[in-house]
């Protein structure tokens, strides 16, 4: 399931709203009892963000995106996995490498 985009009910940063958008799966942190999940959002927003990952069709093994989409690894979030909504898509190995090094070299 890691790498696999899944619509999920993203908080903003700046308030308790949240938007169902399309989200990365990218650490199972379940314990045996929970079943969560290290999530980061995919946007479309024309605002650059830094270390935003633009997404192409070639990106992606399953699915399908807003061709303008890009990752947003430095806006990470856990969440259960009875939250998730639909599949959509799934990104490449090759991809799902790339966001999981950004993610981990903001630590």
Same mark, same amino acid.
């Given at each position: 399931?890691? +790498? ?25 942190? +379940?314990? +045996? ?29 399953? +699915? ?44």
């Amino acid at each position: 399931m890691v +790498g696999d985009i899944v619509i999920l009910p993203f908080p903003y940063a700046d308030s308790a709203d949240a938007k169902d958008r399309p989200t990365v799966l990218l650490a199972d942190v +379940g314990d +045996g009892r929970y079943a969560d999940w290290i999530v980061c959002p995919v946007t479309t927003s024309p605002i650059p963000h830094r270390r935003a990952i633009p997404i192409s069709a070639a990106d992606l093994v399953a +699915g399908s995106l807003d061709p303008d989409s890009k990752v947003r690894p430095d806006r990470l979030a856990t969440f259960a996995q009875s939250r998730f909504g639909n599949t959509i898509a799934r990104l490449t190995a090759a991809k799902t490498a790339e966001v999981l090094a950004v993610v981990s070299s903001l630590f």
